[in-house]
């Protein structure tokens, strides 16, 4: 596979979350490395509560090894 | 997408929870942006007990984020 | 919303694990602020075993940021 | 309620994963304390795969709190 | 029952992923002590994708509880 | 078994991401050691949306570990 993961350092709490998404995806991706399949399966999970909710729990996961990785950009006050 | 997301850090504990719902909604809406969708999914997790419990799940998986990103809120005694 | 959350801090890990109740069922009344649509769902989880483990999984994800945040209250041998 | 949790300090391991579990069943039990009803609904997850699974998972996030607490008990060498 | 968890010390991550693989067994067992039982339950989650993902999902969990007790093995570079 | 994992540490975070699937995949492999039985599997839960969340989802927790282990790869900036 190509390089797509060099760091886990971003510049604030946002990009970190994208970060999140981007792992959760390549954890799907690998899984399933076949983008056709993958594109034929997004409606199902896309207009699902349940699914879009699991979604969001994997990013979630992620998200924290992510915060953890960048000290949770501690000095960033909103 | 527009930024939504500068600092983990929050003034009370419960404020950092309700920043924990705001990171588990975009979550969701990073994999479904489309709102109208999301609008016609909301009765289906919001009158299903389990799809509720899924959806604190989420919540709690990101307040333990927040709660980390702010030392716990240590020096405030309820 | 009311002011509800002012502090992880607690007393013995017991009250600490009633905060992490607490704060579950929150998350589920963020999500469905409607008390009589609760109300109604109770039956459907509260007779389900595998809806009552995954409520007991919640309690337990929030029970360790209480418990992070109280520092295990380690000075307490039972 | 009685008081049940009055530290998470164990001397062993194997103790510290009872406790684990007993926290899992308290989590159940908040939730749908007559016990009655609880004992009715044991059958339909002592008997699941997949629900005894689900409650193995409650277990090990609990046995997580606890292994912090007791400091991994590091200074034991089986 | 039994003495069966003295120490999360290894002496290897591989011992390690093998105690976590025995704690998620043990949590299964301490729900449902019946061993026929669970043998009769085995084919319904050893030839079922999710089920045995599922499984894999409880012993991530177990490992990262023993990994911390290991301090990550970090001295051992593969 | 035969010996597979002699360390957590990695030199990059990709090659961490990618122990985290092994991680998660040998999960699946010591609860069901029969590749015949996997290998059918596979068409089961690579062509299902909430499968392959279910998948990401123990990847995401594996790399938690991984990257604890790894202080993050805190010294690489992308």
Known sequence: ????????????????FELAITLSRRGVKYTQPDTEVLHKLRPEYANSADSLTAASQVIAINFQTVAAANDYWKGKKG
């Open 1 to 16: 596979m190509d390089t797509w993961l060099t760091s886990l350092i971003t510049d604030t709490p946002q990009q970190g």
